[in-house]
């Protein structure tokens, strides 16, 4: 995690990353309904999550994991940093998981990245603004593997 980033920053991105896992599990289950009865979680509970009226709980956060094959303790530990109350309980949550975020934040930068590559090319006048998204993803990536991160595994090496 950057240091210089500020505790609303950090709560922003743990939902935005939550918020981009929901997003994700609906277009794979076939809708809202259809995830819902799969992870006996009801439409409207899952709606206050994905409009910010509502935190995901970690529970719920680690089911929506196992659902797109990713370790669930990435997703709880995303809904606990997203929920904290106070910059000492986040901080709390990033060193016992620093590993986990930074595996998942390598995963979310890799969908970002296949997500631009697939806009750009069906973009027309907008395709050079994903292809520019894809490459900085893709430089981050590559900044924190040669920092010394490791790839989780459903990356298969791949970004």
């Known amino acids: 995690m950057d240091a210089t980033r500020q505790p609303s920053d950090l709560s922003r991105d743990d939902a935005y990353l939550v918020h981009a896992m929901l997003a994700e599990a609906v277009i794979r289950a076939g809708g809202v309904r259809a995830l819902g009865r799969q992870l006996d979680w009801s439409v409207g509970a899952m709606g206050r999550v994905r409009s910010g009226k509502e935190k ?39 060193q016992l998981f620093q590993s986990d975020l930074i595996q998942f934040e390598l995963l979310t930068l890799s969908r970002i990245v296949r997500h631009a ?43």
């Open 117 to 159: 590559e697939t806009k750009a090319n069906s973009a027309g006048a907008d395709a050079e603004k994903y292809k520019r998204a894809a490459k900085e993803a893709r430089e981050a990536i590559a900044e924190a593997v040669a920092a010394g991160a490791k790839l989780p595994p459903a990356m298969d090496g791949n970004y």
């Open 56 to 94: 995901i709980s970690p529970f719920r956060a680690a089911r929506l994991c196992e659902y797109l094959g990713l370790e669930p303790r990435l997703g709880a530990v995303a809904a606990l940093r997203s929920g904290a109350k106070s910059e000492a309980e986040r901080l709390y949550w990033d």
